[in-house]
């Protein structure tokens, strides 16, 4: 029996969206995210989703939007960090849930924001919150959703 022609499976990678919460799996995730990038020759976005509880104290003005972002800009700043100057690292920082919209939740924001920065691969992560990580950190149970609807391939670590 005569072995078939595999189509060309090559994957091309410009854009790696990984979404981050200041949480341990997500600075793994960050690094696995830089890895492919620097395997494609591709850029990275991080997007740190907020938590429902930072978005709400947002929302009713509890909390400075601006002094939100400046906090987990360190985080942010880590992710760069993790990329060598080949791979250039853009963020942004979006509320993962709303208190007015019910289908606005870390999963559809991931998924907007991957089709808003033309992301070609997404990297997330998929384990749950430890001890050590800050209060909230949203993305422990994101994954399934992401890979259930996501149009990109997506790498769950």
């Known amino acids: 029996m ?3 022609a595999r189509p060309d499976m090559t994957l ?7 979404p981050v919460d200041g949480s341990e799996a997500s600075g793994t995730a960050a690094e696995y995210a830089v890895a492919i990038a620097e395997r494609y020759d591709a850029d990275v976005h ?3 989703v907020l938590g429902d509880d930072v978005a709400r104290e947002i929302e009713t003005g509890e909390a400075d939007e601006e002094a939100v972002a400046d906090g987990h800009g360190a985080f942010l700043d880590d992710v760069r960090a993790y990329a060598d100057d080949s791979v250039d690292v853009a963020t942004s ?3 993962g849930f709303s208190t007015t919209r019910k289908t606005h939740h870390p999963g559809s924001v991931i998924l907007d924001c991957a089709d808003d920065v033309g992301a070609d691969f997404v990297v997330l992560p998929r384990e749950g919150r430890s001890s050590a990580d800050p209060p909230g950190a949203v993305l422990e149970k994101v994954a399934e959703y992401v890979l259930l609807y996501a149009s990109q391939p997506v790498l769950s670590v």
């Open 93 to 95: 920082i979006m509320h």
């Open 2 to 4: 005569a072995a078939r």
């Open 12 to 18: 091309e990678v410009e854009t790696v969206l990984v």
């Open 46 to 48: 991080a997007l740190f």
